[in-house]
């Protein structure tokens, strides 16, 4: 029988999106009046406060089903839930596997569910023009918590990022209160002591260390990455080029603010990332890394890590624990590593990041229903209040877990939940339906933290000394724009892959990069650069 | 005396054909062999590449973890229920539709033809097809999977060309005999046409088995997801990272080897009647096209 593939599913999905572009409404939502939206609406709702629907009330939410804690109906988080805020949630069940696809179904049929979480920022772009969700921004007067945690926080600089050509946004993002760093090396600590070598801090340490090991071994490779699939080099490219000022990789943005031009710069042709590839072309020149990091499955690194043939590979704390560990200790159990903090370059103790996480868009039809009102304020109880945060993430107070004078959390005995309390035998997840990452992230550092292992928060304490670099301006194109843009976006970043790829495995000399750069002019570089700097400027204008 | 069979071109042929199609067949066995032998591996050996053709670490502890797991075997008994109720309706209208058309004397027959190869070219696209199964309540039904799609063209007119090949002079003596149209159909015709048959019911029920976009589309229940649905999300689950910063493995994180005996206990169903249907699957095909 005929079979609609997921490319052919997408294509569609993606003209739809296309098609309807062009009919977007205009008219200003802001200054609405929301009196017939305030059923079940609490008339005074404020910082600290309790959101309790004044009658019962349910709400279609987009669910996003985890196979590791597939949603249960009798889970204590649904019936606490509705208890505190007299709120049901209808939840439209969707496998993660296929979560993006589903989203734009459902929203592009007109048939989305009210409460569309899940969403990363950059996700939404897509169905602004639409018409189909609701530009939040105009709406943050009935969200007291949000408010506050961006006042708080000095998060505007943040949210600013996710405005578009209007001016407004279109998703409430969830909110960190600082920069979270996960992702790093992996590093053969045992070698290190065997060598009597240092804990790299620098990528010239690094490369010094890798040296030593490969004197010491010369048949072998030192360091082999994995996270090349489906973007080379994804988390190496990212976190060397951030030690230099221009990320590539999983950070690779086509454009950078550039501070003292006071203007965009083409990433790809910044001279930082010219010195991360001149960087990572010597590590590939001396065989100290191995050349298949950059495209070889996550599989085949973990391979030849956890068998010790190679001593440096790509970690975040869950694959240390999860991917490395478990096989070391069976087949090598003298092997010890840990994740060092990541390394630095020539810009020093920086960091790159955002404090913005997944979050929620809002399908526009909310705004006919009369419980409008309480709904966003019930979004913001459970999301964006730290009731509601440590709720979703710990539970029910003696039941679940149990928080002490300081505000440290504990799970209760019986209960376990990532290895905290092996005894327990009921799971804070699937039996539960707590830490569940649709409802809970992001909030307060301690928070974030209340579930991390000493080995981590070790690593997390160098992260938070380093300073962040400063939030880039935000730059939305017009519908026009955005189109036209795409079309330049996409064959100058294939280019500036490949060519990376060519630069660091010695494919291409690196003298050659005048010549590279007039290619890229060639595939209309300073076209799109003039675009994006004219929508900087007129953002600015506008509205900054 | 040379005959064909003792020629040396043809022992040449033989020989150069035996290690071409043992190459086939090691490329097609060595996935399968592999994932097997990863569902009775420990996890250890698996994850540091040890595991090729023969299981390391025997055990059968994950067997005994994804067959607890109550939703599985929902999911799988929906995919039985949705296979055998989609394969049946398909055959019943396949059939009648390939009858009809097999009829040269019947009016309007090219338009009817026509109309079915229309839509073998062109569809309404993804989100016309969702909102018109949502508007006529499909939606979270068995219905949802059955019905749209239940004529596979091509199916269609393999079937279409088999009754055409039937002899007219059969249904002219049946028709003598004082059958009436319906009674030549079931009396004589498919009986006949078991071949045929046989080939549509594995055609369908192997594609309804794989299939999981449908009920992905229309299914908003886990409980009402068939099983291909389930291992998807499972592999895509063991991909995605959550809870980072633990600080141990969690049990919950669904291993390679819970993915290779969900796997393993998927293939098996269609893997044990593939042989006893193929026989008829190699004849029904050529019958088709021989005499089309």
């Known amino acids: ?544 | 005396m040379v005959t064909l069979a003792t020629s040396r071109g043809y022992r040449i042929f033989q020989a150069v054909n035996a290690v071409i199609l043992t190459g086939v067949v090691v490329v097609t066995l060595y996935p399968f062999v592999n994932i097997v032998a990863r569902s009775f591996s420990e996890e250890s050996y698996i994850a540091s590449g040890q595991v090729n053709l023969i299981p390391r670490g025997f055990n059968l502890t994950t067997y005994q973890i994804v067959a607890s797991d109550p939703m599985f075997w929902t999911n799988y008994r929906n995919t039985v229920v949705y296979t055998v109720v989609a394969t049946l309706i398909s055959i019943v209208l396949t059939t009648c539709y390939a009858y009809v058309l097999s009829k040269k004397h019947l009016r309007g027959r090219k338009t009817l033809v026509a109309i079915a190869l229309f839509t073998m070219f062109f569809s309404g696209g993804l989100i016309p097809n969702y909102v018109l199964v949502t508007s006529l309540g499909l939606k979270d039904s068995i219905w949802a999977i059955v019905l749209p799609n239940a004529i596979n063209v091509f199916n269609l007119l393999v079937m279409k060309a088999f009754f055409e090949g039937l002899p007219v002079e059969l249904e002219e003596a049946a028709a003598i005999d004082g059958l009436s149209t319906y009674g030549i159909l079931l009396r004589i015709v498919l009986p006949l046409s078991k071949a045929v048959i046989a080939t549509m019911v594995l055609f369908y029920a192997v594609s309804y088995w794989n299939s999981w976009f449908a009920a992905f589309l229309y299914m908003n229940e886990s409980e009402l997801f068939p099983v291909t649905v389930y291992l998807r999300n499972l592999i895509a689950g063991a991909t995605t990272s959550e809870n980072a910063g633990a600080v141990a493995g969690d049990l919950t994180q669904a291993a390679a080897n819970i993915q290779s005996v969900t796997i393993v206990l998927t293939l098996i169903p269609i893997l044990v009647v593939y042989p006893f249907v193929q026989r008829f699957f190699v004849s029904g095909v050529m019958l088709g096209a021989v005499k089309g």
């Open chain 1, 1 to 544: 029988m005929y079979q609609v593939s997921r490319r052919q599913a997408l294509l569609a999905i993606g003209a739809f999106t296309l098609t309807i572009a062009g009919c977007g409404s205009d008219e200003p939502e802001q200054g609405k009046d929301l009196s017939p939206n305030k059923d079940g609406a609490m008339a005074k709702y404020g910082v600290g406060d309790q959101f309790k629907a004044t009658a019962p009330l349910t709400f279609s939410i987009l669910y996003l089903n985890h196979p590791n804690y597939p949603l249960k109906k009798d889970w204590l988080f649904w019936s606490e839930l509705n208890k505190r805020t007299g709120v049901t949630l209808t939840p439209t069940l969707v496998p993660l596997s296929d979560y993006e696809q589903k989203r734009s179904l459902v929203i592009g049929a007109g048939d989305a569910p009210l409460i569309i979480p899940k969403t990363y920022p950059g996700q939404e772009v897509p169905f602004v023009a639409s018409g189909t969700i609701l530009p939040v921004s105009d709406h943050l007067d009935l969200m007291p918590h949000f408010k506050d945690k961006v006042a708080k926080w000095n998060l505007q600089a943040d949210v600013d990022t996710l405005r578009q050509s209007d001016g407004r946004f279109y998703l409430l993002p969830g909110l960190h209160e600082e920069i979270w760093l996960d992702y790093s090396l992996a590093v053969r600590t045992d070698i290190l002591e065997k060598l009597g070598l240092e804990v790299p801090k620098t990528w010239e340490e690094l490369y010094t260390v890798l040296k030593a090991m490969k004197a010491e071994y010369p048949d072998l490779y030192p360091f082999s990455d994995r996270w090349g699939i489906p973007t080379p080099g994804g988390n190496l490219l990212n976190i060397v080029g951030q030690a230099y000022g221009a990320p590539g990789g999983w950070g690779y943005l086509p454009a950078r603010w550039d501070a003292t031009a006071g203007k965009f710069a083409f990433t790809g042709a910044m001279d930082q990332y010219r010195q991360m590839l001149v960087y990572l072309n010597k590590l590939v020149k001396e065989k100290l890394l191995d050349p298949e990091s950059f495209t070889q499955t996550d599989d085949a690194a973990k391979q030849k890590f956890v068998s010790g043939k190679t001593f440096v590979t790509g970690t975040n704390a869950q694959t240390l624990v999860n991917d490395y560990r478990p096989p070391m200790e069976k087949l090598n159990p003298d092997a010890k590593i840990a994740k060092i903090p990541v390394p630095t370059g020539p810009l020093g103790e920086v960091k790159y990041g955002n404090r913005l996480e997944n979050g929620i868009m809002i399908s526009k039809k909310a705004l006919e229903s009369k419980n409008f009102v309480a709904m966003m304020q019930f979004i913001d109880w459970l999301w964006y209040s730290d009731q509601g945060e440590e709720f979703a993430k710990w539970g029910v107070e003696g039941v679940t877990s149990t928080k002490d004078a300081s505000g440290e959390f504990k799970l209760a005995p019986d209960v376990d939940f990532i290895g905290l309390n092996p005894e327990g035998k009921k799971h804070l997840q699937k039996d539960f339906g707590f830490s569940n990452g649709v409802f809970a992230y992001g909030g307060t550092t301690k928070l974030l933290e209340s579930t991390f292992s000493e080995e981590e928060l070790a690593f997390q304490a160098v992260m938070k000394t380093r300073k962040a670099r400063p939030v880039e301006p935000p730059r939305p194109f017009s519908d026009e724009e955005r189109e036209q843009a795409s079309l330049w976006e996409t064959p100058l970043k294939d280019y500036v892959t490949q060519m990376t790829l060519k630069f660091i495995l010695g494919d291409r000399d690196l003298g050659e990069w005048d010549a590279y750069v007039k290619e890229l002019e060639a595939k209309n570089m300073t076209s799109y650069m003039n675009l994006v700097n004219g929508a900087y400027e007129r953002f600015k204008k506008e509205h900054g």
